[in-house]
């Protein structure tokens, strides 16, 4: 099985702003939008004690796997056919300062057990596996800009391997003093939310009459813009009908001019390893919208748009080929 065999079958989101998938792309900056209480959108128990990523990671896993016919009052399928793979880089960030700062203000003594195991950096995707009874492969990604493209590539990969039958795709980040101090930017300019996808073997959607929403294509991991641009659109080639661009690219790049260039961090600010898996969603959202110059492909690209790693992969609608 190749990766060509992988479909999206459910996105969820925990975003400022935004109530489904179709307003991804309608929506204008999301700055200054009440953020995501989930609370409301879970109640209040089991919440006690986890922080902020894993509660807002448990909110779009649960909307991914309601919207991919997979949760109702319980798993529609064996707990042991789904996985989880997490992307965050600062998501437990807050956790590891205060634990560091209680540490120095007042010893080991004072650090409460409770909230110490949200120090690792698994937290996230344990706790939604925990959640949901989500007993297939486990792995949290923390890399970098391209974190959250690596994580779909992850769990493609582990699909294509046969490791499992579905994995929940999860990006998620949040917005507070400790990751502000660390990144040097003002409040209201960095994510706070968290996105899923639900990606499935073919076979195992047909198996349940699903057909999915977008195919998993090609993915490359380049030391830079063109590069990757060089191996997932060669000079020649088909060119997508969208380019979801890495953070604060914008122009250029070797695709035609006409390609529209989409940079979701003008709307939901920086999302850090939740961009890739956000762009997945956005692409999603614009195959949904059956855009007449769709052209059936999709290429989300995230990393810093300067001469580093940039991760890039093609999707294209469901029914034509990646």
């Known amino acids: 099985m190749s990766t060509s065999d ?38 209040k128990r089991g919440l006690r ?17 309601r919207a991919a016919g997979l949760l109702t009052d319980g798993l529609t399928v064996p707990g042991s ?24 203000e007042t010893g080991v003594d004072g650090i409460s057990p409770m909230g110490l195991p949200n120090a690792s950096s698994n937290v996230i995707a344990s706790t939604v596996a925990i959640r949901y009874g989500l007993r297939g492969p486990n792995l949290m990604v923390c890399n970098g800009a391209t974190s959250g493209l690596d994580a779909v590539h992850w769990a493609a990969s582990s699909l294509a391997a046969g490791r499992a039958e579905r994995f929940v795709v999860i990006g ?62 060669p000079e020649g080639g088909e060119a997508p ?27 939901f600010g920086r999302a850090s390893g939740a961009l890739g898996v956000l762009q997945v969603a ?3 959202s614009w195959f ?16 810093t748009g300067r001469d580093d790693a940039v991760a890039g992969l093609l999707l294209a609608s469901a029914g034509s080929g990646a």
């Open 288 to 303: 949904g919208a059956g855009e007449p110059d769709a052209g059936g492909r999709a290429l989300v690209m995230a990393g």
């Open 81 to 104: 056919t789904v996985g989880v793979v997490a992307s965050s880089n600062l998501g437990n960030l807050d956790t590891v300062c205060e634990v560091a700062d209680g540490i120095k």
């Open 241 to 267: 009908g969208n380019w979801f661009v890495p953070e604060g690219h914008g122009s250029g790049g070797r695709l035609p001019g006409d390609v529209p260039r989409t940079d979701l961090s003008e709307v």
């Open 49 to 65: 004690y986890k922080d902020r990523a894993s509660q807002l990671a448990l909110c779009a896993a649960a909307d991914g796997l």
């Open 172 to 233: 998620v980040e949040t917005d507070n003093r400790y990751v502000r101090g660390l990144l040097g930017d003002p409040a209201g300019q960095l994510l706070d939310g968290a996105v899923a996808l639900v990606v499935e073997r073919a076979d195992a959607a047909a198996a349940r009459g699903v057909t999915g929403s977008a195919v998993l294509g090609r993915y490359a991991r380049e030391g830079g813009v063109d590069q990757c641009l060089e191996r997932l659109v």
């Open 6 to 43: 992988i479909l999206v079958t459910g996105v969820g989101l925990a975003l400022p702003g935004v109530d489904g998938p179709a307003d991804l792309l309608r929506i204008g900056p999301t700055a200054g939008e009440p953020l995501v209480d989930p609370a409301a959108r879970l109640g």
């Open 282 to 284: 956005a692409a999603v």
